[in-house]
């Protein structure tokens, strides 16, 4: 089979597990926004940010360099795989050890035993790691993602019972870990033929893997300084009431897309690093993945930024409405979030990460202070504003490394994104339009629908006519194609 079947295989299974998962992320916190409190929801919303930053030094970005290097023997794999456990083992003792002045930290009594229970979360991944990165090295993403669709429909169903006996926001903590105890069984059972941990250790085997993983691990830090520092300044400023609407728009607007990236850079990581030595291929899959990104995220995006209000509305509850703004804003962080996405994935595949670190940090420097200002100034808003800025800032970093790495030119890159976007436009001025003749006394779900169906309407005839991606133009002929075919027989 070749490399590009094996890829398109890989990407169908990584598409199926990422909608599944993604899916399930938004009913969770659809349901628990409607059964939980505020408050409750805004304490999930900090726990969300704690585990967020104890995650970036799980496994020392180990996983990412075991699929990046090429002739890994079974002493390597094994070492690698025990230092990762005994790592995550690390990050949990260390969480544990925290949880009384975070909790102090945000003025949040019951989020100390909330943060010990899951840290057994971390115990727990760091045995499934390794079995996974061994799987995604040889594009077996099937069995991945069968572990992660039944982690995500388990996670889904475990919160919303909890929620629905009074648990409040332990729902979410024990939903976590039971589904976590899961996914790792599964990767290790569905992994066992790709790899099987032997009881040896020894840091020379280790060490051509930490410089490469510290630097993830170091730029995964730098990285969620700078895309969650607004989530920590508006819970330590503001509480966890003001915290919980914002976490709730920013997982639809900047999560969302995140998730569904890895549909395609899940799959690009290990695809580039087969082509290490043949740059031109690399820079020709990079720019690609650039742009089916930004076109798969440009209308959503910009659609649920014109209809805000009713979205958040509909979709977690009216006493939501309020953070239409924050959320229309945060739709523009994602967009420019979704285009820079694959970046990650070609700075590993060509072994970069130190130049992307280096960046980063300058981001992070510049990012901070705006966040702190802008969010004691003018609150939630404030903070969405902050990302808006920091958004921009990483487009620059990707445009900087693509220059450096591959020698793709700022208006190249940049011209990515327009033609992405591009289609999606006239959508938006028709919606804008269509939204002036439409009755004011429907429903959310009926006002949401009317509009989704002419939003997707007009998107289709501007993707037909205005889309230049050669994915795009090669759909097209096959429709053409099959549909003279049809005619002729």
Known sequence: MSLRSTAAGAAKWTALSTVVTAATNLLIFAFLARLLTQSEMGLIAIMVVVMALVDVFVGLGLPAALIHRRGVTSRQASSVHWLVVGSNSACGLLLILLAGLLSDFFSQPDLKMQLIVVAAVFVINGFGQIPKASLEKRLQFGRVASAEISYAVLQLVAAVAFAHFGFGSWSYVLALVLSSAVRVSLWAYLGRRTFRPRFVFG?????PFLSFGVYQAADGLVNYLTNNFSAIALGKILGPGPLSGYTLAYNVAVQLPAKVNPIITRVAFPLMAKMQGEQSRVVRTYLQINRICALISAPVL???ALVSGDFMSFMYGEPYRSYEREFAILCLVGLLRAYGNPLGSMLNATGRVKLGFSLNSIRACLSIPITIWMTIEWGSLGAALSMLISGLLGFCVGAICSRVVLS????????????????ALPMAVFLVGFQLFLPTNLSNWTNISIQAVVALFIYLISIWTLCREPFILSVKSRIIRNVLEFKRS
Request: glycine letters at 8%; charged letters at 10%.
């Open 203 to 207: 840091w020379s085997s280790t060490k």
């Open 302 to 304: 910009i659609g649920l």
């Open 408 to 423: 793709v030119k700022l208006r190249t890159y940049a011209a990515g994104l327009f033609w992405a976007v591009l289609p």
